[in-house]
């Protein structure tokens, strides 16, 4: 009897708000800085961890110059799967070694002034080895806090993307559409 494959779950929009007259495209485009066709659009890999029913978080700013907090992940090098990208840029940030899951999020956010563009996609992470509540420093000094959250505190911090809550303790696959950049 041939088996059927597992049903994959339908790619559902993150709730936006609609465009406002002073966000429409022919205003924004009057304040970009010229656009360059041959800048790539950045890809990148995220990912969610969650332990006891807490999200681990890191802020990725040297110096901590911004309190934003985000999923630890990194940008995609070439000719490496997404899964070895998210392993690689994972244990940088965090110290942690993981094992990647399904996707869950494709969110996307730029800047447009600074005519940057980037694609994130998030996956379902499960701990491997180390520890998450032990001390650890990132050698490069670009993460400079990891804490684990609960859904309510997660409420209360300032993080990206908008739907991060929504995707870390929901079951959905979401796809959140272009977000302006955060400082």
Known sequence: MPRTPPRTP???????????????????Q????????????????????????????VN??????????????GGVEPHASLADNLIR?????TGLVIAVGAPCLVNEFHDQPRDFHQVDIYFRVTLVSGDPLQAWTDPEGVVTERRLVTRQELSRLRVKPDSLAEVAWGAVLLYDPLEPILR
């Open 60 to 73: 990725a700013w040297p110096t901590a110059t911004s309190d934003l907090l985000c999923a630890p992940g």
């Open 89 to 93: 840029e994972f244990h940088e940030e």
């Open 30 to 57: 009057a304040r970009a800085a010229p656009r360059d066709p041959m800048r790539p659009v950045r890809l990148a890999v995220r990912g969610l961890l969650l332990i006891d029913d807490r999200l681990l978080l």
């Open 10 to 28: 339908a790619l559902t929009p993150a709730r936006t708000p609609p465009l406002t007259p002073a966000l429409t495209p022919a205003r924004t």
